[in-house]
């Protein structure tokens, strides 16, 4: 049987979600698929391409909505979180492959979220940053709230430490609440920067146009 490129991202997504990031290796994966080592590098030059796919799959639902920008960032976050919670070790997957520059999902959400950040009054050139910082947040929270679940399941977890009872979407919540006013703030300083070099620049364009005598040409 021909061996397709989603065929192996397909297998991939399923070592992944049975035994963790950690198992998810090449040579395993040609054992689930019942074919060499060699077959899989016809498809993919190297693991990280492997990964870039699967986080690509993982985060196909992933989409910009309307509404804004505000609306547009909390619904973005929340459809990040909520398919990288479903899939084991999806944060750190997904991580792995964004720093790796291997996900053009990833890098869709990003412009996304810089475009939203722009519609906040946010400098062209921070606007991207502003978008990153969002990211390595929901990355960030996401992968701790994975390895207290596992933790968790595993009874490891002192009281009042399980994310089954410290109401994890509230804390992500607030904490996406906090970006959301920094990006407003970064707005209205970007706002109020750009009102005083016109009325610089307006200012010494009047000056210009008077003789030396002070009257008006």
Same mark, same amino acid.
């Given at each position: 049987?021909q061996?397709?490129?989603?065929?192996?991202?397909?297998?991939?997504?399923?070592?992944?979600?049975?035994?963790?990031?950690?198992?998810? %290796?090449?040579?395993?994966? !040609?054992?689930?698929?019942?074919?060499?080592?060699?077959?899989?590098?016809w498809?993919f030059?190297?693991?990280?391409?492997?990964? *870039? !796919?699967?986080?690509?799959?993982?985060?196909?639902?992933?989409?910009?909505?309307?509404?804004?920008?505000?609306?547009r960032?909390? *619904?973005?976050?929340?459809?990040?979180?909520?398919?990288?919670?479903?899939?084991?070790? *999806?944060?750190?997957?997904?991580?792995?492959?964004?720093?790796?520059?291997?996900?053009?999902?990833? %890098?869709?959400?990003?412009?996304?979220?810089?475009?939203?950040?722009?519609?906040?009054?946010?400098?062209?050139?921070?606007?991207?940053?502003?978008?990153?910082?969002?990211?390595?947040?929901?990355?960030?929270?996401?992968a701790?709230?994975?390895?207290?679940?596992?933790?968790?399941?595993?009874?490891?977890?002192?009281?009042?430490?399980?994310?089954?009872?410290?109401?994890?979407?509230?804390?992500?919540?607030? $904490?996406?609440?906090?970006?959301?006013?920094?990006?407003?703030d970064?707005? !209205?300083?970007?706002?109020?920067?750009? !009102?005083?070099?016109?009325?610089?620049?307006?200012? $010494?364009?009047?000056?210009?146009?008077?003789?030396?005598?002070?009257?008006?040409?």
């Amino acid at each position: 049987m021909q061996l397709h490129k989603s065929d192996v991202v397909d297998a991939a997504a399923r070592l992944l979600d049975h035994y963790g990031i950690a198992d998810l %290796t090449m040579r395993r994966l !040609a054992r689930e698929l019942a074919v060499s080592p060699g077959a899989l590098y016809w498809h993919f030059a190297n693991k990280q391409q492997l990964l *870039g !796919a699967v986080a690509d799959r993982m985060l196909g639902f992933v989409e910009d909505t309307d509404g804004s920008w505000r609306d547009r960032v909390v *619904g973005l976050c929340r459809e990040l979180r909520n398919a990288l919670l479903s899939h084991t070790d *999806g944060a750190e997957l997904v991580s792995a492959s964004f720093a790796a520059g291997q996900s053009a999902a990833m %890098t869709s959400i990003v412009t996304a979220l810089a475009d939203a950040a722009s519609d906040a009054g946010v400098a062209p050139g921070r606007a991207e940053l502003a978008a990153r910082t969002v990211v390595y947040y929901v990355l960030g929270f996401t992968a701790d709230e994975q390895s207290r679940l596992q933790w968790d399941a595993a009874g490891a977890l002192p009281d009042g430490q399980s994310v089954l009872t410290t109401d994890p979407s509230g804390r992500f919540a607030f $904490g996406l609440g906090l970006l959301l006013d920094g990006i407003a703030d970064a707005g !209205a300083d970007a706002a109020r920067e750009t !009102a005083a070099s016109r009325a610089v620049n307006g200012s $010494g364009a009047r000056r210009a146009c008077r003789h030396p005598s002070g009257e008006a040409r």
